[in-house]
């Protein structure tokens, strides 16, 4: 059983990144305590691992996006966020993972498809990240998800080869963390697949309904990582029942 005191220092760790987000302007306010409240669900579902997954793709998510601003700003190929992100965008990224999280508190009977189904979402929102922040920078060609046509970096639905590759990279990061906290090293396999097909899934809801304006690009984060979370589990279930 989890004492007193490892309840103390999660809450001292969530607290500090909530005021270290909003003190160096990676999150609002509002962002901080929705990117909280995902966290504490994250931990009912998947522990300290839910906690450090969510960490590492924050992380390296605001790596990614601070990566060379200045030539990304060039290339228009970034929004402008001087105040951080706020609530809905911390609630599209990580929003799956807390109701997985929700769920394992709700059925705890099957905690093992909500964990797996935090680490795909997780998986999915970094392979998504690193794909666009970093594939305009360093991809060569660039296409559409649609027509396989070359097409302008930065649209939505637009994919290049290095921009999907650093994409995977993010994915077996999410599963080695995953891997480190559960073991089982066909998972790895899972929430990469996972991770990659929500990211894909991603650039494909843009080329058809973002890019149209039927969807905003918050909607498509959250059913990216819905998409990811549900193929993870669709995989447990074939693979592990």
Not at 26 to 49: D, E, N, P, Q, V
């Amino acid at each position: 059983m989890i004492g007193f005191n490892v309840y103390f220092l999660l809450a001292v760790f969530l607290l500090t990144g909530m005021v270290c987000s909003v003190w160096f302007k990676k999150l609002t306010a509002w962002g901080a305590i929705a990117g909280g409240l995902c966290a504490l669900l994250a931990f009912a579902g998947a522990g300290f691992t839910g906690i450090g997954m969510m960490t590492a793709f924050f992380v390296a998510g605001t790596a990614a996006t601070s990566w060379r601003r200045a030539d990304k700003k060039k290339l228009e190929t970034t929004e402008a966020d001087h105040a951080g992100r706020n609530a809905g965008q911390v609630l599209a990224n990580s929003g799956v993972a807390a109701i997985a999280g929700a769920l394992a508190l709700l059925f705890p009977a099957y905690i093992n498809w909500w964990s797996l189904a935090i680490a795909a979402c997780f998986s999915s929102a970094t392979a998504d990240t690193l794909a666009s922040e970093l594939g305009t920078l360093y991809g060569q060609r660039f296409y559409n998800i649609i027509t396989w046509k070359p097409d302008q970096r930065g649209l939505d639905g637009v994919v290049s080869l290095e921009g999907t590759f650093l994409g995977v990279l993010g994915s077996v990061l999410i599963a080695l963390m995953y891997y480190a906290g559960f073991g089982g090293a066909w998972y790895i396999m899972i929430i990469v697949v996972a991770g990659t097909a929500g990211n894909l899934a991603d650039s494909i809801l843009g080329a058809v309904l973002e890019r149209k304006g039927f969807l905003k690009n918050d909607a498509v984060n959250f059913l990216n990582t819905l998409i990811a979370a549900l193929i993870a589990i669709a995989l447990q279930a074939i693979f592990f029942s």
